[in-house]
């Protein structure tokens, strides 16, 4: 049982290049969350998902989508990355909803330059 | 505005002394707040809810409506208790709504 796995631990993109973020969970969870985290800032939700075939715009989705075509995978995609997306990512995933914990992932270090 | 503070960016105690890390949020409806951990080279983790009113490796939290407030507390900090600590509201319903996180404060616990 892995849990919520991350792929890739870290990435450098120049500005404008696209990548996709994805993110895995094994415990039949419904719920999926992306956060960013900043210095100063905690963690900003960008989208998430109650669902397979669902997603939602958290606080800071601008520049960001997301697909959910399978209950275990949340993808995060950056169609034109810039600089200030630098930042470390976050999936977790919870089993139904925010009374339940939510678990999280080990993050991916992303540099835009 | 639904908003989370925690307005200290760093804690720093020695081993024994007592912790309390501040956690003020605004909110209009009944709130649902959290405690979430991270520990150096680890995931962020929950840590404790006020709703289950439990105490997880001797931490404590109290929701006080009229203070806004949910202050987490040790009464004798420990070494392995550096960490960064985030207090988190739950926005909306459990089903649909969303955490709202503060800015987090690192605990700094000096031998």
């Known amino acids: 049982n892995a849990g919520v796995t991350q792929t890739p631990k870290f990435r450098v993109l120049k500005t404008g290049q696209s990548m996709t973020l994805l993110c895995a969970q094994d415990?039949?969870?419904?719920?999926m969350y992306w956060y960013r985290q900043d210095p100063g800032m905690g963690l900003r939700l960008i989208h998430y998902s109650v669902g397979e075939g669902t997603t939602a715009k958290g606080e800071v989705p601008d520049g960001y989508n997301v697909s959910r075509l399978k209950k275990q995978n949340f993808l995060l995609g950056l169609e034109s990355a810039a600089p200030s997306q630098t930042s470390v990512y976050f999936c977790a995933s919870s089993l139904a909803g925010l009374q339940e914990t939510q678990y999280f992932g080990p993050g991916t270090r992303l540099l835009v330059l | 505005a639904q908003r989370v503070t925690q307005p200290e960016k760093l804690l720093s105690v020695f081993k024994g002394a007592p912790v309390e890390l501040k956690c003020n949020y605004s909110y209009s409806g009944s709130p649902e707040l959290f405690w979430y951990v991270q520990y150096s080279r680890q995931r962020l983790q929950l840590l404790l809810r006020?709703?289950s009113r439990e105490s997880i490796k001797g931490f404590t939290a109290d929701l006080n409506k009229g203070e806004t407030s949910f202050h987490l507390k040790k009464p004798f900090a420990q070494e392995e208790d550096s960490a960064m600590y985030y207090c988190a509201l739950l926005h909306g319903s459990s089903n649909t709504g969303k955490l709202i996180f503060g800015q987090g404060t690192t605990l700094q616990v000096k031998p």
């Open positions: 415990m039949n969870h419904e719920y």
């Open positions: 006020h709703i």
